[in-house]
């Protein structure tokens, strides 16, 4: 986590462009997390500038995109581009995790980042879910009721 800090610091400062997308919990649960993942990378997309010619992806085609696509099998070993990406990524989750301990104290969000810790489910189970709690997958810790 510390070299991830450290390398976004160096990627936001060197890079030509960065996009961020970000889709809500309710979203998720709306259309399911694949296709979120989707609406987040076309969002990241739509704010790059400048526009890339082609984009380097992580073994996946984004669907709704008109920019020339080339999936890469385990791309985030193989490109730079893709590596960094999933940086920026990971970092912005990590830091919006830390953000919500505040918000949300109790689950641990700053040390288990949102997955499934043991902590985390038994927190959800003595304190019911937040806001932020992907409804479609915590039924498999919780019931609501």
């Known amino acids: 986590a510390e070299k991830r800090e450290q390398l976004y610091d160096v ?3 060197h890079a030509v ?3 961020i997308g ?3 919990p309710q979203r ?3 259309i399911n997390i694949l296709q979120a993942t989707y609406e987040a990378m076309r969002q990241a997309i739509e ?3 400048p526009q890339p010619a082609v984009l380097l992806n992580d073994a996946v085609r984004i669907p709704q995109v008109a920019i020339q696509q080339v999936p890469i099998i385990k791309g985030d070993a193989k490109s730079v581009s893709i590596a960094a990406a999933s940086i920026v990524a990971k970092v912005t ?3 919006m995790m830390e953000q919500y301990e505040e918000v949300f104290p109790g689950y641990g969000f700053a040390r288990n980042k949102g997955y499934g810790s043991k902590e985390h489910i038994e927190a959800l189970q003595t304190m019911g879910p937040t806001a ?3 409804r479609s997958f915590i039924g498999h810790f919780v019931k609501e009721g």
Request: no cysteine; net charge neutral.
């Open 93 to 95: 989750r990590d830091r």
């Open 11 to 13: 990627i936001l400062e």
């Open 47 to 49: 704010k790059l500038n």
């Open 22 to 24: 970000i889709v809500s």
């Open 17 to 19: 462009a960065v996009g």
């Open 132 to 134: 932020i709690h992907r």
């Open 28 to 30: 998720i649960d709306e």
